[in-house]
């Protein structure tokens, strides 16, 4: 990672928080529910040397994790923005961020969007790209896809079918008990054995489910995520003992620190990494760090992601020890039309990394304004 204290620190003035409203191309089914549209938390960081956006991966209800939209709203209005607006208007590095947040509990998706928004400023101002700052090394990443659970088998087949036909390298499965083993199998006989293929459960599963899981093992699946509760990291280990299939984990890995904790309890040995999950890119940085130290590989999730996230993610994603296919796909993989002017593409399997000074995204600031729900101005008094 480049050395970001080197910069030239923004004068920040404040915040806008704009809350918009998206439709999906198609719902998404999960363990957790299904989504037909999505509400996004964006951040603008306000500076005199001009201005800077990040993403709040919240969801609309907290059932991937306890953060959800009006919570994250919540809790950077009254206290995360107060702490990064301090009265004296000190001179802002995006590395002060997370230290200033720090004394406030969890909020990592609150956090790490308004840390994104800060580093985007404070490297636009720099004329540094994002890429630069995070350390990718190189300039496009395979593309997997997740595809959620469907009703019919017919149907799944189909729509994977269609994501392979687009060139998608990856596929990764949605899971819960009763649609695990069958999809599975189905997916196996009909696109065979050579189709890079992995699974999610997203805390469906119990510590007694080991051997149910191990009959996922005839498939060679490149790994199972998250099988259990995201605090269960032993029982994560006890499964990991009784399956052949490697034990990924998203939902746990809240941290540098809970990574190696998880790590060294044998409860993983691949580990999913989403900045807003973790707290923001900086600390997506120190996981990838922490896991490349112990060789355990990693791969960049997502959380259903506008332009302005997926740019942020495609940089991360290009970081040496990410060997593994993420879920980084094309903006039409959920939208019929991107917030940003020019939208990630699928080409030949992959998608490209934006090069220009921050995120390096341009904004579709007319389309925003039309699906716009609300927008608030925290200025510093
Ligand atoms: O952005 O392509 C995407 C979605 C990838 O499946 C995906 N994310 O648990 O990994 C995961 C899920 C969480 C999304 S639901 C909020
Ligand atoms: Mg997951």
């Known amino acids: 990672m480049t050395n970001l204290d080197q910069l030239q620190p923004i004068h920040l003035r404040g915040f806008e928080l704009r809350v918009i409203g998206l439709p999906l191309v198609r719902p998404f089914r999960t363990s957790f529910g299904t989504q037909n549209d999505r509400r996004i938390l964006l951040v603008r960081a306000i500076a005199d040397e001009g201005d800077g956006w990040g ?3 919240s969801g609309d209800d907290p059932l991937y994790s306890s953060e959800y939209v009006e919570i994250s709203h919540h809790v950077m209005i009254h206290h995360l ?5 301090t009265a004296d208007g000190a001179p802002l590095h995006a590395t002060d961020v997370a230290r200033l947040l720090e004394p406030v509990k969890e909020h990592r998706m609150a956090k790490g969007a308004l840390e994104a928004a800060v580093l985007d400023a404070q490297l636009r101002a720099n004329g540094v790209p994002l890429t630069t700052a995070l350390g990718s090394v190189v300039d496009r990443v395979p593309s997997g896809v997740s595809v959620g659970i469907h009703d019919d088998i017919d149907s799944l087949v ?3 079918g269609g994501y392979l036909d687009e060139g998608y390298v990856r596929i990764k499965l949605k899971i819960e008990p009763g649609s695990d083993i069958e999809p599975v199998r189905v997916i196996r ?5 050579a189709v890079p293929l992995q699974v999610d459960a997203n805390t469906a599963y119990t510590r007694d489910d080991g051997a149910h899981l191990a009959r ?15 605090d269960d990291v032993t029982g994560h280990a006890i499964i990991a003992r009784q399956v052949v299939t490697p034990i990924c984990l998203d939902e746990s890995i809240v941290s540098a620190r809970a990574a190696v904790d998880a790590i060294e309890r044998g409860a993983c040995s691949i580990v999913n990494i989403k900045a807003g999950r973790v707290g923001g890119y900086l600390e997506a940085v120190e996981v990838h760090d922490v896991c490349r130290e112990r060789g355990i590989p990693v791969w ?3 959380m259903l992601e506008t332009g302005i996230g997926r740019a942020m993610n495609l940089a991360l994603a290009a970081l040496p020890n990410f060997t593994l296919t993420g879920d980084v796909s094309a903006s039409e993989r959920f939208w019929a039309r991107d917030i940003v002017r020019d939208p990630i ?4 399997g992959h998608v ?3 090069t220009g000074p921050g995120t390096g995204v341009e904004l579709d600031h007319d389309f925003i304004a039309s699906v716009t729900l609300s927008s608030e101005t925290v200025l510093r008094r």
Not at 81 to 85: A, G, K, N
Not at 216 to 230: A, H
Not at 345 to 348: F, G, K, Y
């Open 158 to 160: 189909r729509t994977i």
């Open 216 to 230: 996922l093992d005839r498939f060679g699946l490149l790994l199972i995520e998250q099988p259990l509760p995201e």
């Open 81 to 85: 923005i107060p702490r990064l607006l």
């Open 55 to 57: 993403e709040c991966v």
């Open 345 to 348: 593409v699928l080409e030949h």
């Open 189 to 193: 006989q009909t696109f065979g054995d």
């Open 352 to 354: 490209v990394l934006r």
């Open 300 to 302: 960049c999730g997502g």
